[in-house]
């Protein structure tokens, strides 16, 4: 799978209450509503201007916090194509395969990589490219290629039981 989008670069400890606001979480259910809020408390910018197949790119321990899902589902519904990290919560990142969200760990590459920039992604080939050049990341098993190519665990599933 190839993603190409503009990078929206953030730090270090980006917890799922600023992904998608805590105010929110028993109150907004509707997939384009989640979208319009998400990140709101750290960027007010990005649910205004983020376009499909954006991503964002974070430092270490990015999606820490609680377990919520709505962290990676209103990425999702925003239209992120990846999030790029040095490190992620270990809840976090399993949601967001649950979702479908490619999330890649490339420490070499956020620190190269640039706010604003666009970049390439090849899944299949562990690849990130940019104007700094090509970085890498850890290969994925093919079953979460398959979840991603689904759009996410449930589809994936449904796929695989022969429901679809």
């Excluded at 999030?83 to 760990?105: E, Q, S």
Aim: net charge negative; charged share 25%.
């Amino acid at each position: 799978m190839i993603i190409k989008g503009k990078v929206w670069k953030y730090g270090n400890d980006v917890n799922t209450d600023v992904i998608f606001p805590g105010k929110y979480t028993y109150t907004v259910t509707d997939p384009a509503e989640m979208a319009r809020v998400a990140l709101e408390d750290l960027d007010p910018e990005f649910a205004g201007n983020v376009q499909k197949g954006d991503i964002i790119v974070g430092g270490t321990n990015f999606g820490c916090g609680s377990s919520r899902e709505q962290a990676a589902a209103c990425l999702v519904y925003a239209g992120v194509g990846a999030v790029i990290a040095k490190t992620f919560a270990r809840i976090y990142f399993r949601n967001c395969i649950n979702f479908g969200l490619p999330a890649l760990t490339s420490p070499e590459a956020v620190d190269a990589l640039e706010h604003g920039e666009e970049i390439e992604i090849d899944t299949e080939k562990g690849e990130i490219r940019c104007k700094a050049g090509v970085f890498t990341f850890p290969p994925l098993p093919k079953e979460v290629v398959g979840i991603f190519d689904a759009g996410g665990l449930i589809p994936y599933t449904r796929k695989q039981l022969g429901l679809d």
